[in-house]
Structure formats: C-alpha cells, structure tokens
C-alpha cells in the first residue's frame, strides 16, 4: 500500500520539489543582498542597541536614518511576503483537496478499497505520506523565511510579532500547512469532486486564518499597558521596540478616551503654536497621557506554540471526521 501511494504522489511530489528550488533560487539571492547591505549599514549594533533599551547612535549617519536608507531599499519586499503567505493554502488545495475527491470522482475508490486493503488503511497511508512530506516542507519554509526575513525585522518596529512577519517564520508554518492540507482532506470526503473541494479549501483556510489572526491572537496572553505623559521631556518613548501595539489613545486623567489611534509629545512647559496650551484643540485637560495596548516582543515563541498547536489541533480533529465520512462513501 505504501509503495502504491508513492507511485500515485511521485509526480505531484516532483512538481512541489520544483517549485521549492525556483523559490529557494529566487528568495536566497535577494536575502544574501539584504543581509549584505544591513551590515554595510552598520544595523547590526544599532539593533544590539536597541534590544538593549538604549537610544543607538551609529558612526557618520544615525541609526534612524541608516534604518530609513534600509527599508528605502527593501522595504516593497513586504509585498513579497504576503504573497509567500498563501503558499500552506496552496499545498492544502493541490495535496489535500484531491487526495480523497479524486479518488471518488474518478471512481477508483471502488477498487482501491475492495482489494485486500480497508478503507481505514487506505485512508492512514495515503494521510500520512501527505502529512509527512508536508511536515517536510513546511520545516525547510519556516526555517527558510526565518533566515530570509530576519533583516526585513529588525528593520521595521512592529519586529517578529507583526501581522505577515509573524505567519511566515517559526513554527506556525507546520500548523498553517497541516491545517490546509487536512481541511482540503475533509472537503473532498464531502465535495467528493476536486474542484468544489479546492474552492472550499481556499475559503475555509482563508476564513479561519483571517479569524485567529485577528480575534484570538492578540488574546492569547493578557496584553499589558503603556502610559507616557503628554507633557514630555523625552519625546514620548513607547513600549520598546519589537512590541505588538493592539490599541492606542491619548486619554484624560479621568481615562476617557479623548484621541484614539493618536500620540502627542507636548515640549517642557506645555505650550504648543501661537502659546496656547499643547493639545488644546483636542481638548486634553491637565494629566492627560498618552495610553497603549501592547503585546512585548519576548512573546514571541508562547505565540508561535499556542497558535501550532491550535491549528494542529483542528487538522487532527479535520483528519478524524474525514476517516469516518470515507466509511460512509458508497
């Protein structure tokens, strides 16, 4: 049955192989540039620096604008990454979604599980050679993007936490991956025709990620508050840098929330244009401060493992619905 599967998956296999290497021939040039030109740049101790919670200061240009000269210069490959974000969605749609609709469309599920082998079998064999080479792959993109998007990190604020940075490195990959190929799984048992299954693959993927990403991950520890007065003689320094900012305001001393989504860093004495009193227009009595919502950036890795393990969660809950929908399969 094994060696069945792999001559049913050998091309399919060929095909992902191809596309990874033109990916990785692509991708590793442009990361070896970017790589090449933070360190001609001098980012490496500005980061150190930073990470250190001190203000950096660099040799000729500073560090702000040795930042600004960076993501000048890179700063569109963002759009390359949430390009890169589909791609568990695809492996989900064309290794998933076929495995079980085919089978039954083409009407070789008759013979295929009247020949000495059980339903049950057929369906562990061919689930897990799909999860295997998907864990396979999903191991060398996640370690792959990690190493090719780190530059792009370090030289944007929002760091490792930000929406896209977030979903294309660590080990969520894996959990993105086995998810879609699961779902594309239980589609076709369903569906039992590839297309519908793929259509339904695409949406319920991008509908649960969209989900997770935007109501239950900012949740998944309890954020902590920042505070910083109006009236502030250092500028107004946020959360530190990496931080992922959930909510921001600036709010009276009552706490009502006067300018939200807003910032203001009034100079020493408090007054703005023309002598009037800074924030004035806003209406900010005395005591107002400046208010944020934050996830820190040491949250990181409990992240990247809360969020695996749900979506490796659902795949398995997907993965055991399919087994019993195939029994039930004339």
Aim: proline share 7%; hydrophobic share 50%.
């Amino acid at each position: 049955m094994i060696w069945l599967a792999w001559r049913q998956h050998r091309k399919k296999l060929l095909f992902t192989l191809v596309g990874f290497a033109a990916l990785a021939a692509l991708m590793v040039p442009i990361g070896l540039a970017m790589r090449h030109t933070y360190t001609d740049l001098g980012l490496p101790e500005c980061a150190r620096q930073l990470a250190a919670g001190g203000q950096p200061s660099g040799p000729g240009d500073s560090c702000e604008q040795a930042f600004n000269r960076f993501t000048n210069r890179y700063g569109a490959l963002n759009l390359v990454a949430v390009l890169l974000l589909i791609l568990p969605m695809l492996v989900g749609m064309f290794w998933g979604a076929p495995l079980v609709a085919r089978e039954v469309e083409q009407g070789t599920h008759r013979f295929a599980w009247t020949q000495g082998v059980g339903r049950r079998h057929w369906a562990l064999v061919q689930f897990g050679l799909a999860g295997g080479v998907t864990v396979a792959f999903a191991v060398l993109y996640g370690l792959g993007m990690s190493w090719w998007i780190d530059p792009l990190i370090h030289a944007t604020r929002e760091g490792r936490l930000g929406v896209v940075t977030f979903d294309l490195q660590g080990v969520v990959p894996i959990g993105y991956t086995l998810f879609a190929v699961a779902l594309g799984i239980f589609a076709g048992t369903f569906w039992r025709r590839v297309l519908p299954a793929m259509a339904v693959t695409l949406l319920g993927f991008v509908a649960v990620r969209l989900a997770l990403t935007t109501l239950v991950r900012p949740h998944y520890l309890p954020p902590r508050t920042f505070t910083a007065p109006v009236v502030d003689p250092t500028g107004g320094h946020g959360p530190p840098r990496g931080a992922w900012e959930l909510a921001a305001g600036v709010r009276n001393a009552d706490g009502r929330m006067v300018a939200p989504d807003s910032w203001v860093a009034c100079p020493p004495g408090g007054k703005g244009p023309e002598g009037r009193a800074c924030g004035a227009d806003l209406g900010l009595d005395p005591g107002a401060y400046n208010w944020m919502q934050y996830q820190p950036a040491d949250r990181f890795w409990p992240f990247q493992y809360i969020e695996t393990g749900i979506f490796v969660a659902l795949a398995a809950l997907l993965l055991y619905f399919a087994v019993r929908r195939i029994r039930r399969i004339a």
